[in-house]
């Protein structure tokens, strides 16, 4: 990074459910803009964790001239798709203030850990997925939809399927990695069709059509929570190698990056998404973005 911005934070409640508030956490970098944006999400294998958890990445991604918003979303009991719902609306909400916020619509990415790796390419993938997009913005906002520029993924639980039978196999071992993540996945999923239905890897291979923005995955290793290999896939490939095969094949660009998994949390993880989103969203010039 060139130039080390100084920035401030903000909480925004951005959307309610009934008499329940979510809020999100705008990191303003200081400066004329526009700025770049990014949509970070946390997370906790759908089930627990918040934007509190994303500040190490988002305070680095706000220095490099980035503006962040790290929403919270349902999760949990509440079920899928509805944090696809509250993703979706945080994206428009964003461009709706793209001016007042010194950004520009073309000029939004997403990103996210583990779960929120997952939520953040399954969104980039379906932009106008009508049970995403269910919640319309207030009346009199401008005319924008979901679509995003770019999105970076960190170790993220990109098959909740075959994580789920994995984390039950390992389970069966007494592997101690496991604890209640069959269980949070259970809560929000409820059952393998929604965990079909909302997978990137099987929407691929099944041929669905998709949008496909450029992408980073950044991926510890050893990390057998999130880098292992389906054994009910014909593919001969860990997780991260599978997606990605199918992601070019189906015409879309997606970068690999390895890192020590000791080094998740520092900057050899955090370094690399700002470069990505700030090489893939270059202000000098708009782009028209469609699914």
């Known amino acids: 990074m060139t130039k080390a911005y100084e920035f401030t934070t903000e909480g925004i409640e951005y959307l309610r459910h009934g008499d329940g508030a979510l809020k999100l956490r705008l990191y303003k970098p200081r400066g004329a803009g526009p700025f770049p944006a990014v949509v970070d999400l946390h997370g906790g294998a759908w089930g627990k964790g918040s934007f509190e958890e994303c500040r190490g990445r988002d305070e680095v991604l706000a220095k490099s001239g980035l503006l962040v918003a790290a929403p919270d979303f349902r999760q949990g009991d509440d079920g899928y798709p509805t944090a696809l719902v509250d993703i979706n609306y945080a994206i428009r909400w ?7 916020l010194q950004t520009r619509v073309d000029l939004v990415g997403i990103s996210g ?9 399954l969104a980039a993938m ?12 207030p009346a009199g906002s401008p ?6 520029r770019s999105v970076a993924m960190a170790w993220p639980v990109i098959n909740p399927l075959s994580r789920y039978r994995n984390a039950l196999r390992e389970r069966a071992k007494g592997t101690a990695w496991v604890g209640d993540i069959p269980e949070r996945q259970r809560s929000f999923w409820k059952n393998d069709e929604n965990m079909t239905d909302g997978n990137p890897v099987l929407m ?3 041929g669905e059509k998709v949008a496909m923005p450029p992408a980073l995955w950044v991926q510890g290793r050893p990390d057998p929570i999130h880098d292992y290999r389906d054994p009910e896939s014909a593919v001969a490939m860990n997780e991260p190698e599978r997606f990605a095969a199918s992601y070019r094949k189906a015409g879309g660009t997606i970068e690999m990056l390895y890192i020590d998994q000791a080094a998740r949390t520092t900057a050899a993880s955090h370094d690399p998404i700002a470069a990505f989103f700030l090489r893939e969203m270059p202000v000098g010039r708009a782009v028209e973005v469609s699914a």
């Not at 964003?94 to 007042?100: D, F, H, I, S």
């Not at 850990?113 to 390419?121: D, F, I, N």
């Not at 379906?126 to 913005?137: E, V």
């Open 94 to 100: 964003l461009k709706a203030r793209a001016a007042q």
């Open 113 to 121: 850990q583990s779960s929120g790796g997952h939520l953040a390419m």
């Open 126 to 137: 379906r932009p106008n997925d009508p049970r995403y997009t269910a919640i319309p913005l």
């Open 143 to 148: 005319a924008v939809d979901a679509t995003v």
């Open 204 to 206: 691929l291979e099944r």
